[in-house]
């Protein structure tokens, strides 16, 4: 076993490192005709970055079309070197991409409306819809429908689907993202604070703009899923007056059902 | 119809369930198909609540699906991932498939994944460990566990045996299943330089439960297996040889990369029964050897 995990080892490390020195290759890996030992380590090393590489081309397409794909390789490559998969599957593997890019962004992309924090909101859109893709969707439960007067009747419960994320950016994305899924020419989106929610309906993603309440109403009903309680605590932590913020979420409350932003409680 | 192999049915020919047939799956009469049975990747799907698993449920409602894995790392010197092997039971449980399978090798240690099917010293240890690490799984998952030869593109100093003489000793001592990749044989015969006929020879035809077919790339130096193209030739041939050999098993299409149209899936597909059948594909030169 100590053998089978130090061979193991070198060439995980080989791999990792992006090929082996010529002699070290010899000294493990058979020669044979044109390929010499450290080519055929290389062919394994070649494929480990091609193949993550590829796996974020997959789950972040409008940012390397916003990108172009000189800056996203950069980024790519960079979040490769940074970042070793422990996960079983590739799925996980972007899940860290986001914050790698906010990370490693000079220091001028924290200034307000700086171009420089878009890859990283731009990625951190694109990750939540690829959880939403995979999450449990309401679609085949049988669920009652949500009425209009969910918010008026005291302890009528309500829930966000797990097929649901909310985020809040420094820019206007979701035009930006919706462009990008047509094959539109994508230009630079306004800096300004926007709220969003990606949902899920009949396996379709979709971002769907909110308002403040609207956002503050659906992170509330994540932790409570009275609604007329959820709704008085978006009230407060916005300092408004809850009879308007519940007048308004109420006029609301059909479409963000129709959106799978909301749904009737699973019975407990 | 063949004999069950392990208890396990012969299932005709299939195809590897991807993503951009999914719609044409869930909107036509599976009478139209054009397939008996589908491989599911069970990474795919594990864990996954979306469209990919309301296709498979259909697809499973209507045909048999065998699960395929690509992260079960049955040679690695890390300790078996049981949080994967609880995924991969779960599914099981909630798809029945015909039978779950993976591949001799080993994706990653001290932690790590490469995400790749790395090879195996073909030594007397780890022949030892993989048995053990079968045997494990097979327990764990109350069922036979059907092992797939990889294509590779490295062998070590340190081998003792050759890949068939391991793997017809692991089935064996491991009282597993075999798949057969065809194309994989083929592909580490050229990169290697061994016959693949001897290979297919040398494999327990008793304990084959399926084979594999794909189209590999040229790379010139080597063959990678890339799974996105036709069938080669060569491997056509290989492929009547051994179902000569095992008296017929399932036959799994496998395309995942530049895939096709269903239709020219199937077509592809449809060219094994007819080489079962005696049909054989032009001469073709065959590929100057890289290894």
């Known amino acids: 076993m100590a053998e089978l995990a130090g061979l193991q080892s070198w060439l995980q490390e080989a791999i990792l490192a992006g090929g082996a020195g010529a002699e070290e290759a010899e000294r493990r890996v058979v020669s044979r005709g044109a390929l010499g030992a450290a080519g055929r380590v290389g062919i394994y090393a070649g494929g480990y970055r091609s193949r993550l590489i590829e796996c974020l081309r997959d789950e972040y397409p409008a940012l390397r079309r916003f990108a172009g794909d000189t800056a996203f390789d950069l ?94 950016l420094d820019f206007d994305l979701a035009p930006l993202i919706r462009a990008s899924d047509r094959g539109d020419l994508l230009t630079a989106p306004e800096a300004r604070p926007s709220r969003v929610a990606i949902a899920r309906t009949r396996y379709r993603v979709q971002v769907h703009e909110l308002n403040v309440a609207q956002h503050a109403f659906l992170a509330a009903l994540a932790d409570c899923a009275a609604a007329d309680r959820a709704a008085a605590r978006a009230a407060d932590s916005l300092d408004r007056s809850r009879g308007s913020v519940i007048a308004e979420l109420a006029l609301w409350l059909p479409v963000a059902a129709q959106q799978g932003l909301v749904a009737t409680a699973a019975s407990p | ?170 089935a064996e001592a491991a009282d597993c299943g075999l798949l057969l990749d065809v194309n994989n044989v083929w592909v580490s015969s050229v990169n290697h330089g061994f016959d693949p006929v001897a290979y297919i020879d040398a494999i327990p035809a008793g304990r084959i439960v399926q084979m594999h077919l794909a189209g590999p790339t040229d790379c010139g130096t080597h063959f990678m297996d890339t799974h996105d193209s036709p069938v080669r030739d060569e491997v056509w041939e290989l492929y009547r040889l051994a179902q000569r050999r095992t008296g017929r098993v399932s036959t799994l299409l496998e395309w995942d990369a530049s895939i096709p149209p269903w239709e020219a899936l199937v077509g592809e597909l449809g060219k094994a029964a007819a080489v079962r059948d005696g049909w054989s594909p032009a001469p073709a030169p065959r590929a100057a050897a890289h290894g």
């Open chain 2, 1 to 170: 119809m063949t004999e069950p192999r392990l208890g396990l049915p012969h299932l005709g020919d299939g195809v590897g369930l991807r993503h951009p047939h999914y719609e044409h799956l869930m909107r036509s009469p599976a009478s139209g198909w054009g397939v008996d049975w589908f491989e599911v990747i069970s990474e795919n799907h594990i864990g996954n609540e979306g469209y990919g698993m309301a296709v498979l449920e259909r697809v499973r409602a209507e045909r048999p699906v065998a699960m395929h894995g690509v992260s079960l790392s049955i040679g690695s010197s890390d300790p078996l991932d049981e949080a994967y092997l609880d995924g991969l039971a779960a599914l099981a449980a909630r798809i029945e498939p015909a039978w779950i399978s993976d591949h001799l090798c080993w994706t990653g240690v001290a932690g790590l994944n490469t995400h790749d099917l790395l090879p195996l010293p073909l030594t007397e240890a780890s022949l030892v460990h993989v048995v053990d690490r079968i045997r494990r799984v097979q327990d764990r998952l109350g069922r036979p566990l059907v092992v797939e030869n990889p294509s590779s593109y490295l062998q070590f100093r340190s081998d003792q045996m050759p890949e068939w003489e391991y793997i017809a000793r692991m």
């Open chain 1, 75 to 168: 980024f790519t490559r960079g979040y490769v070197a940074a970042r070793r998969s422990r996960s079983r599957t590739l799925w996980d593997y972007g899940e860290g991409f986001a914050g790698y890019l906010e990370a490693s962004a000079p220091p001028a992309a924290r200034e307000p409306g700086s171009l420089l924090a878009l890859p990283a909101q731009l990625a951190r859109l694109e990750r939540a819809r690829a959880e939403v893709l995979r999450a449990r969707g309401i679609e085949r439960e049988d669920r009652p429908p949500v009425t209009a007067d969910a918010l008026l009747v005291p302890g009528a419960r309500l829930a966000v689907p797990d097929s649901v994320r909310l985020l809040a």
